[in-house]
């Protein structure tokens, strides 16, 4: 079983932490994949780095399977975050563009309708995330964040991406490339120590938190994560439900009877968080405040009929 690194040489905030972590002892290189994607072995982690941009390079964990005939357990991506504000931060997120429906074009990566599995070092590398960019001084300068689940590439296997933003002049920066790759470095073992975040059904807190609702950098379930440091799966902010509004009625609306591909979303969500964490207790964890009444009483309904438990903050701890 091995784990997949992937960055891409055309970002800087992928190719920076990728090189610092390659700086680190144990490192040998290892075969080509597709004759153009070089990869480097260090115990049971293997680092690809390739030439395209990080979402253009669909079922590396097949392919590396393929190729050399090892099973792969996790991906991890090295990537760049972009927002409006231009904030410098750091991030963490699951991958997936679950509320596309057929024929529309992921605008980046991905296939509509689909959902990697989450990987479960998300919420324990958030914690530890935060104590490494602490430790180098990148607190408060950096928001420490999760994102809502977006974009591709397209991958079957536990994924999450590890992002550094938001403009050219933090992507670069060699202290934030450093706090990255001490966090792949740490949380996989490489460096001696126990590896963070392994999942396992039969630990004391099995719950899985399934974010829905809010906005981008899903605040509200991130608060929780923080807080009480529990499992993470899918999250899906506002934009990954849409809901055609049923307009006036008098009676009470049906979840049924609210188009849009909300519902797709919502399961195939819980389906991915599922596979990522075998036999974990999977808890919808909604941000209330960011529905309108009828959508949220079409949420929770639709949730009940879906046999999803919806869990209340205090659930995770």
Not at 9 to 14: E, G, R
Not at 59 to 79: K, P, Y
Not at 230 to 245: A, I
Request: charged content about 20%.
């Amino acid at each position: 079983m091995v784990k997949l690194v992937v960055a891409t040489t055309v970002d800087p905030a992928s190719i920076c932490p990728a090189k610092e972590l390659l700086a680190k002892p144990g490192w040998q290189p290892g075969p080509t994949l597709d004759q153009s994607i070089r990869s480097f072995s260090n115990g049971d982690v293997r680092l690809l780095e390739h030439n395209k941009g990080i979402v253009e390079e669909d079922d590396l964990d097949q392919r590396w399977e393929n190729a050399t005939g090892q099973t792969v357990d996790e991906v991890i991506f090295l990537s760049k975050h972009t927002a409006v504000s231009n904030r410098p931060a750091l991030t963490i997120h699951p991958i997936g563009v679950p509320h596309l429906k057929e024929g529309d074009v992921p605008p980046q990566g991905g296939k509509p309708g689909w959902a990697a599995p989450p990987n479960p070092r998300m919420g324990p590398w958030m914690i530890l995330l935060n104590k490494i960019a602490e430790s180098h001084n990148l607190i408060p300068e950096f928001e420490i964040t999760f994102e809502a689940t977006h974009h591709g590439p397209v991958t079957t296997k536990p994924t999450m991406f590890i992002e550094i933003g938001s403009t050219e002049e933090y992507w670069r920066r060699l202290d934030a490339a450093q706090v990255v790759a001490l966090l792949v470095w740490e949380g996989l073992g490489l460096g001696g120590g126990p590896p963070v975040g392994n999942w396992s059904s039969t630990s004391a807190n099995n719950k899985v938190l399934l974010g829905i609702g809010g906005g981008h950098y899903v605040p509200r379930h991130t608060d929780v994560i923080k807080k009480d440091g529990c499992w993470v799966g899918q999250l899906l902010s506002g934009y990954s439900l849409p809901m055609e509004d049923p307009g006036p009625s008098k009676g009470k609306v049906n979840a049924q009877d609210i188009a849009g591909t909300w519902k797709h979303s919502i399961r195939a969500a819980y389906d991915a968080t599922k596979a990522g964490f075998p036999g974990g207790e999977i808890l919808a964890h909604l941000d209330q405040k960011s529905f309108k009444s009828w959508q949220k009483n079409a949420i929770i309904e639709f949730l009940g009929a879906q046999n999803i438990k919806i869990g209340k903050p205090g659930d995770f701890r």
